[in-house]
């Protein structure tokens, strides 16, 4: 369909130009067929006018439809139109008066319309023709036409105008008019012509151009020599020079219906568009024909000098010589438009130069972005993850929470839980077999954890030993006990890391439904407190939160900051164990044990509070706090009672206070301000402080020694160190675990390995404690087993101050 649309113009086009030349050949044959003179002038007096209305009739057509696209174009072609229908209805004239009246048909008044044909061509023209782009452009067009002109006057003065003029001086002066009006006319359409070239570029249709140049060409020619004719006698009506006329008429047509044509076809639009700019050798013709058209005035100038002229001499070198000086001023603003486009060329390649460095910044930069962005990337990805296992981390679980909450709001149908998970005895593990094991077991675990669960649950690590899960249980509740159940299994089962055989359970407090929660925070709250719970009832097993239990067991937070108040609220107090000498019985020494006289809870034991102390980082305070009681209350006591002058303090030191850069110059400035003996202050540390500061141990423990102060090894055989270690620190006392104590009477690994310590000790120079003696026969066991010194419930169970003293007199007094 669109080849039809497109094929319609051109068809319409080429019938057109058949029918010109079947036209052409029609006035051929009226002016050659051998028929009676006077039919010949009435069949052409007949035909000239049909072919005038046929043209007149499509240029009206043509400036119809240009309407459509632009008014300017729609005036021009009209004003062609209106050229042929004068022109027409001249030959009308004509042929009315040669043949109707009879009359000699010129001059009359069909001259008039003749000439009136002229006017309306030029300015038809002149509209179809763009103006020039640029002033610098318009001025070279003028200049350009003015050179032509000029030459062109120069000829048409000399070989038509004037010779015509001088032929006719005794003619009347309306004939003389009419006469010379033609060659003046046709300088006009010379002018027009010269228009066309000049500004052809710029025209969308270049056909319909050419066929219009062809028409005035036409035109021009004919006249001219229809004049020259004329002028020597030699015309004749019907003759050849007929089809010059007949032609101009039929181009003029056909450049109508070309540009209708190009107008139509949108093929042919878009074929235009990209050929508007001229050819080169265009160009180059066009910018030659001013010196063409110089050239020929000079010889016309030659000429002039050689025979007589119509035009004086001086008339003549005065036009050659406007013509020269146009052509420097066309050569000059030639010159300067070259300088200009010079400097416009220089400064683009400076432009490029500087593009180019654009071009590699731009590289530059956008590596820099990319760089950036994994950066960005690498940044966001730790922002929301634990660097050490790649869990989620706390923002990251508490935005998943967030998003649980809200999505259980919008659909009831789903579920989710929350698992709070804590290693029981991490601690131990850290501070025995160094934090590089510790860090291999939080990864191990996390690896199980992940194993355990499926991808759309989400598994976090607070920091630390705390593990939090969110679970979506919308497939069943039962779910999360098995979950937790499997946890347990799973990280219960003995893990091998770095050569160690590491055994560790876990507490973990549940929350089994989130519709109550509107905040995440709340629910690691509450998540907390149960896992609290589990651990303050035996560890190793998990609770189900309860809102009961908001009320029994604080959260760590609220622990740490009771944990500062109490530090200045005075809230603690030392409690004293007594160490008794088996042999003897005697109190040998007493243990200070912290307790917190919390103003709601009561007595809270260390387990309660001793791990966010250590933490939190208030051990410090408080440890030296300790440190400065248990000296001060011993020493009140002695002065009291000079016989306990041998009984000592010991004192529990925690990894985090034996961590401080000046320990012992602390130790020491204590026991001066007390002014209690270093002899008398026995420090409890336990392996794991060994192991994991070994080289800094040494030094401190050697520094305390110096100064007097009895070091003891506290827990003895519940961390992981190496029996070998004790050799190399100044050790005076190994206190054997409790658990070794508790299997006395049940099993005789406990009874075996206490004989080995005892044995060992007694051998590296060393005492024995026994801790957490509860029954009778674990008394005369370890008595048997020659075990120095004992400690627990069955002897004595922590005393508060008054009853130490007491207990501490009474002795004496037995
Ligand atoms: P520890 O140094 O091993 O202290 C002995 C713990 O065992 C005490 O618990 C004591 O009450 C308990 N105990 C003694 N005999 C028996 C017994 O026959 N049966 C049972 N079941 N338990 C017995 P307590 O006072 O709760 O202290 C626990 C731990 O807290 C201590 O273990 C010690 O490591 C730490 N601790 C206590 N006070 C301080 C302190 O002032 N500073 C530091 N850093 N740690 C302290
Ligand atoms: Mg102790
Ligand atoms: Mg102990």
Request: proline share 3%; glycine share 6%.
């Amino acid at each position: 369909m669109d080849k039809t649309v497109q094929d319609r113009p051109s068809s319409s086009f080429n019938l057109a130009l058949f029918i010109s030349f079947i036209l052409l050949g029609i006035n051929l044959a009226i002016i050659y067929i051998r028929i009676d003179q006077g039919l010949r002038t009435i069949i052409a007096d007949v035909f000239y006018p049909i072919i005038d209305f046929l043209v007149v009739a499509s240029l009206f057509m043509v400036a119809k439809h240009s309407g459509i696209q632009s008014r300017k174009s729609a005036i021009a072609w009209g004003m062609m139109a209106l050229a042929y229908f004068v022109y027409a209805c001249g030959d009308t004239i004509w042929a009315i008066l040669e043949v109707v009246l009879k009359q000699q048909p010129f001059p009359s008044i069909a001259d008039g319309f003749y000439l009136a044909y002229y006017p309306f061509f030029l300015v038809g023209v002149f509209m179809l023709t763009a103006k020039p782009a640029t002033s610098g452009e318009k001025i070279n067009t003028i200049l350009d036409i003015g050179i032509v002109m000029i030459a062109a006057v120069l000829v048409f003065w000399n070989f038509l105008i004037g010779p015509i003029a001088l032929e006719n001086v005794g003619e009347p002066f309306l004939y003389q008019v009419i006469l010379l009006a033609y060659p003046v006319g046709d300088l006009v359409l010379f002018g027009a012509l010269l228009l066309i070239i000049n500004n052809q570029s710029e025209d969308r249709d270049r056909r319909s151009l050419l066929l219009l140049s062809g028409s005035l060409l036409a035109t021009i020619i004919t006249d001219c020599i229809y004049t020259y004719q004329t002028l020597l006698g030699t015309f004749i009506s019907g003759s050849l020079l007929d089809i010059g006329w007949t032609a101009s008429t039929l181009l003029a047509g056909l450049a109508g219906i070309s540009h209708w044509a190009a107008s139509q076809s949108k093929d042919n639009m878009a074929k235009t568009s990209t050929s508007r700019l001229p050819s080169r050798r265009w160009i180059m013709i066009r910018s030659l024909l001013p010196y063409i058209w110089l050239v020929a005035a000079y010889a016309l100038l030659i000429k002039g000098g050689l025979t007589e002229l119509p035009m004086s001499f001086l008339s003549l070198a005065v036009g050659v010589g406007i013509i020269v000086g146009l052509v420097l001023v066309r050569q000059m603003i030639a010159l300067s438009e070259n300088r200009r486009l010079n400097v416009r060329l220089v400064s683009m390649d400076k432009y490029q130069l500087q593009a180019a460095e654009l071009r590699n910044a731009n590289q530059e930069l956008s590596i820099e972005i990319a760089q950036r962005k994994k950066v960005e990337q690498k940044l966001s990805y730790d922002a929301l993850h634990d660097a050490l296992t790649g869990l989620a981390n706390r923002n990251l679980f508490l935005d998943r929470l967030g998003q649980a909450i809200e999505s259980r709001k919008r659909n009831s149908k789903r579920s989710f839980a929350i698992l709070f998970i804590d290693l029981d005895g991490f601690k131990v593990v850290n501070d025995s077999l160094g934090h590089l094991v510790g860090d291999y077991l939080l990864i191990e675990i996390s690896r199980k954890l992940k194993e355990l669960l499926r991808s759309s649950d989400t598994i976090a690590r607070f920091g630390g030993d705390e593990f939090e899960i969110l679970l979506d249980i919308t497939d069943g509740e039962s779910r999360i006990l098995a979950i937790a159940e499997r946890i347990q299994a799973a990280i219960q089962s003995p893990f091998l890391l770095d050569g160690h055989e590491v055994h560790i359970t876990t507490s973990i407090g549940i929350i089994q439904n989130i519709t109550e929660y509107d905040q995440p925070v709340e629910l690691i709250r509450d998540a907390d407190i149960a896992m609290y719970k589990a651990k303050a009832t035996g560890k190793a097993h998990f609770e189900i939160f309860e809102v009961s239990m908001r009320h029994q067991i604080n959260s760590r937070l609220e622990i740490e900051n009771g944990l500062r108040k109490g530090l200045e609220n005075r809230e603690f107090q030392l409690y004293y164990q007594p160490i008794i000498n088996l042999d003897s019985n005697q109190i040998i020494g007493l243990e200070a044990l912290l307790r917190w006289l919390h103003p709601k809870r009561g007595i809270l034991l260390p387990e309660e509070f001793l791990s966010i102390a250590e933490e939190s980082g208030l051990i410090i305070p408080i440890g030296d706090w300790v440190l400065n009681q248990a000296c001060m209350e011993l020493k009140a006591w002695q002065d009291k009672y000079p016989f306990l002058n041998n009984v000592s303090v010991n004192v529990n030191i925690s990894s985090k206070e034996f961590s401080q850069p000046n320990l012992p110059g602390k130790v020491v400035s204590i026991l001066q301000m007390s002014g209690l003996s270093p002899k008398n202050l026995k420090l409890e540390i336990t392996e794991g402080v060994l192991i994991s500061n070994y080289s800094r141990a040494r030094e401190v423990f050697s520094e305390l020694r110096d100064k007097g102060i009895q070091l003891q090894i506290d827990d003895f055989g519940t961390g992981y160190s190496a029996l070998a270690y004790l050799r190399r620190f100044p050790i005076n006392t190994i206190k054997i675990d409790k658990t070794f104590i508790d299997d006395i009477g049940k099993n005789q690994r406990g009874v075996g390995i206490i004989r080995a310590i005892v044995a060992m000790a007694r051998e590296l120079g060393m005492e024995t404690v026994a801790e957490g003696i509860e029954t009778g026969e674990q008394l005369s066991e370890l008595k048997n087993l020659s075990c120095g010194f004992g400690q627990g419930f069955l002897l004595s169970k922590p005393l508060d101050w008054e009853t130490t003293e007491r207990v501490l007199t009474d002795q004496r007094r037995n």
